[in-house]
C-alpha cells in the first residue's frame, strides 16, 4: 500500500486508503497545482544545537518519493506547517538554524542546527511546538522552499 498527500489548492478531501488530500498556497497556478507528498509518521528529537526531524515511511514507494523530492528540494529553506481540520495551528520557519536532510532506510533525517546560542533556543522551542501539536492530532507538513515534502502525525 502506497502512503501519500495529494495536494491541490486549498481543498482537504480524502483521495483513496494510504492518501489525503491537502492545500498549497493558493497563488500556485491552477494548471500545475497538483502533487504527490507522502505521508510518514513524523517524530522531534533535540539534539545539541537544534533539533532533528525524522520522517519514516510505511512503504518503499512513499520513501523514495519523499528522498527524491528531499534530493530535489533540500537546498531551500524548511518549514513546517501543522494543522488541524485544515487550518493552520502553527508554522515554524527554520530560518535561525542550517538545515541538511539524510536518507535513512525507512525516510530522511532533517537536522536543523545553530552555532550561535539564542537561535539554538529558537530552533527548540520551534521542536517543543511542533511535537505539541502533533501529539494533540495535528497534520505536520514538512517543507523546503515552501514546497511540501510529506505529511504525517506523531
Known sequence: MSSGLMKERSVIAPSGPGFQAGAIPSGAPAISGWSMVPRCEITFEKCKGGFKLHCKCEDEIACGTLQNMCRML?????????????????????????????????????????????????????????????????CCYVCFGGTP?????C
Open 149 to 153: 515534502i510529506c505529511c504525517g502525525i
Open 74 to 138: 533540500c537546498e531551500g529553506t524548511c518549514s513546517c506547517v501543522c494543522t488541524c481540520n485544515g487550518m493552520t495551528v502553527c508554522q515554524c520557519n527554520l530560518i535561525m538554524g542550517i538545515c541538511k536532510c539524510d536518507y535513512t532506510k525507512d525516510g530522511v533525517c532533517i537536522t536543523c542546527l545553530s552555532g550561535d546560542s539564542k537561535c539554538c533556543e529558537m530552533i527548540q522551542a520551534c521542536c517543543d511546538c511542533l511535537q505539541c501539536c502533533c501529539e494533540k492530532g495535528c
